[in-house]
């Protein structure tokens, strides 16, 4: 059970757009510390996509976007790609452990 | 360019000891950490330890007390002794720099498979 909740999949057409939500508590994203997201293609290690809520590091497309509200962030892609096709996780940092926590994942298929 | 390279993995069996490496290139300084993050076969991402800039670390509660995170400034080097092995620990286990406390993984190595079996 991951301290961060996100779905465990969702499935999209080319060039169509996705939300994937990622839903905390009051001692982790609530806390008004950032989210931060990450993408792993299968077979490699994960790659930092956005940071503190909405930033893109340099090279990251612009149809990646991020969002944070009350307890509760997002990351939007836009017109999807076959090469976005991964798994996608959410992070925060969380007062009550001390430590960062994840989402358990969200399986992204582009159909 | 940051390049971090884990090291040390492989086949141990319950109760064994293995101390994984992680060599970070570029200077590690008090507004950086290093931290070990693992993932079991099909499963997500799991937070275990962190090391500052000051030598403060933390754990995750499943390995608290086994294992011991610490650094060799002189050799770039951060290590993960993992004592107590379970096979439930069975994991490729990364490590990642961050470069702002409470912050994002910036930099990941390419993982390290450990494998707790009999």
């Known amino acids: 059970q991951s301290v961060l909740t996100q779905p465990p999949s969702v499935s999209r057409a080319p060039g169509q757009r996705v939300t994937i939500a990622c839903t905390g508590s009051?001692?982790?994203?609530?806390?008004?510390?950032?989210v931060h997201w990450y993408q792993q293609v299968p077979g490699a290690a994960p790659k930092l996509l956005i940071y503190?809520?909405?930033i893109r590091p340099s090279g990251v497309p612009d149809r990646f976007s991020g969002s944070r509200s009350g307890t509760s962030a997002s990351l939007d892609i836009t017109g999807l790609q076959a090469e976005d096709e991964a798994d996608y996780y959410c992070?925060?940092?969380?007062?009550?452990?001390?430590?960062?926590?994840f989402g358990g994942g969200t399986k992204l298929t582009v159909l | 360019e940051v390049e971090v390279v884990e090291s040390g993995g492989g086949l141990i069996q319950p109760g064994g000891s293995l101390r994984l490496s992680c060599g970070v290139s570029?200077?590690?300084?008090?507004?950086?950490?290093i931290t070990w993050v693992r993932q079991a076969p099909g499963k997500g991402l799991e937070w275990l330890s962190v090391?500052?800039?000051?030598?403060?670390?933390n754990y995750a509660d499943s390995v608290e007390g086994r294992f011991t995170i610490s650094r060799d400034n002189s050799k770039n080097t951060v290590y993960l002794q993992m004592n107590s092995l379970r096979v439930d620990d069975t994991a490729v286990y990364y490590c990642?720099?961050?470069?702002?406390?409470?912050?994002?993984?910036?930099?990941w190595g390419q993982g390290t498979l450990v494998i707790v079996s009999s």
């Open positions: 090391i500052y800039g000051d030598n403060t670390t």
């Open positions: 503190g809520n909405n």
């Open positions: 570029g200077f590690i300084g008090n507004n950086n950490f």
């Open positions: 990642a720099r961050g470069d702002l406390w409470f912050g994002p993984f910036n930099y």
């Open positions: 009051g001692s982790n994203i609530g806390a008004d510390y950032d």
């Open positions: 992070q925060s940092y969380d007062y009550n452990l001390s430590g960062w926590v």
